[in-house]
C-alpha cells in the first residue's frame, strides 16, 4: 500500500524566511510525486511534477526536489501570499493504482 | 476552460435523507475522480471512472455511497441514507490522461445534522 508521509503539519514563517516542507513516501514503482497547492475553500491547484530521482522543478518562489525516498519543496523568500497548505501525492504502479495517494498536508503561514 | 464544475457548494441536511453531489469535469478529460476530505483522513479517493466506467470503488466507504457517470460530462455522487460521519467536503477531479495531472473542482462541503 502506497504511504505518503509529510512534515512539518503546520509552518510559520515571516516574509522572506526561507524554508522547506518535507514529503516521505513508500510506493511501489513510482509514476509520479506531485505537488498540489489548497486554498481555504478551494479545490487543490496543482504545481509540479516529478518522475525520477534527481529530477527538480522551478516555479516562482518554489523549488520541487526529489530523491527516491523524499521529496522536498523549497520556498525562498516567501510572501504572505504564498501561505495555503501544501500537499504531497504519489501515483505508484501497484494494482489498480492510477490513482492519488495524498498526504495529510502542511499548512503554510507566512507573517507579513 | 471553465474547469471542474461541482454544485451545490455546499448541503445541509438531515440524517436519513438522500444527497446527490453532482460534477462536470473538464471538457476532453476521460478520467473523473470523487475525493472526500476531512481534518482527521484527509484526501481519500471514493471512486475513479474511465472513459465513463468505474474503474476503483475499493474507496467507498458503504452501500449508502453509489457513484455514477451516465455520459462524458456529467457524474453523480449520492448518498442514501446519509449520516452525521459523513459530513465533510466532497471534491471532484479529472484528468486528460494517466500520469497527468489531476485538476480539481472547488468541492461540496456537506454537513449531515
Known amino acids: 500500500e502506497d504511504q505518503v508521509t509529510q512534515s512539518p503539519e503546520a509552518l510559520r514563517l515571516q516574509e522572506g524566511e526561507s524554508s522547506s516542507l518535507n514529503c516521505s513516501y513508500t510506493?511501489?514503482?513510482?509514476?509520479?510525486l506531485f505537488w498540489y497547492r489548497q486554498d481555504p475553500g478551494k479545490g487543490p491547484e496543482f504545481l509540479f511534477t516529478?518522475?525520477?530521482a534527481g529530477e527538480e522543478k522551478e516555479k516562482e518562489r518554489l523549488k520541487a526536489t526529489l530523491t527516491k525516498k523524499e521529496s522536498f519543496l523549497h520556498i525562498t523568500a516567501p510572501k504572505p501570499e504564498d501561505s495555503a497548505t501544501y500537499l504531497c501525492?504519489?501515483?505508484?504502479?501497484?494494482?489498480?493504482?492510477?490513482?492519488?495517494?495524498f498526504g495529510s498536508g502542511t499548512q503554510l503561514t507566512v507573517l507579513p | 476552460d471553465a474547469g471542474v464544475i461541482q454544485s451545490p457548494r455546499h448541503e445541509v441536511t438531515e440524517m436519513g435523507q438522500e444527497v446527490t453531489l453532482r460534477c462536470k469535469p473538464i471538457?476532453?478529460?476521460?478520467?473523473l475522480f470523487w475525493y472526500r476530505q476531512t481534518m482527521m483522513r484527509g484526501l481519500e479517493l471514493l471512486i475513479y471512472?474511465?472513459?465513463?466506467?468505474?474503474?476503483?470503488d475499493s474507496g467507498m466507504p458503504e452501500d449508502r455511497f453509489s457513484a455514477k457517470m451516465p455520459n462524458a460530462s456529467f457524474s453523480t455522487l449520492k448518498i442514501q441514507p446519509s449520516e452525521p460521519r459523513d459530513s465533510a467536503v466532497y471534491f471532484c477531479?479529472?484528468?486528460?490522461?494517466?500520469?497527468?495531472?489531476?485538476?480539481f473542482g472547488s468541492g461540496t462541503q456537506l454537513s449531515v445534522l
Open positions: 477531479a479529472s484528468r486528460r490522461l494517466a500520469n497527468e495531472k489531476l485538476f
Open positions: 510506493v511501489s514503482g513510482l509514476r509520479g
Open positions: 516529478l518522475y525520477s
Open positions: 501525492a504519489v501515483q505508484g504502479g501497484s494494482g489498480s493504482a492510477r490513482q492519488l495517494t
Open positions: 471538457s476532453g478529460h476521460n478520467s
Open positions: 471512472f474511465n472513459n465513463n466506467v468505474p474503474i476503483d
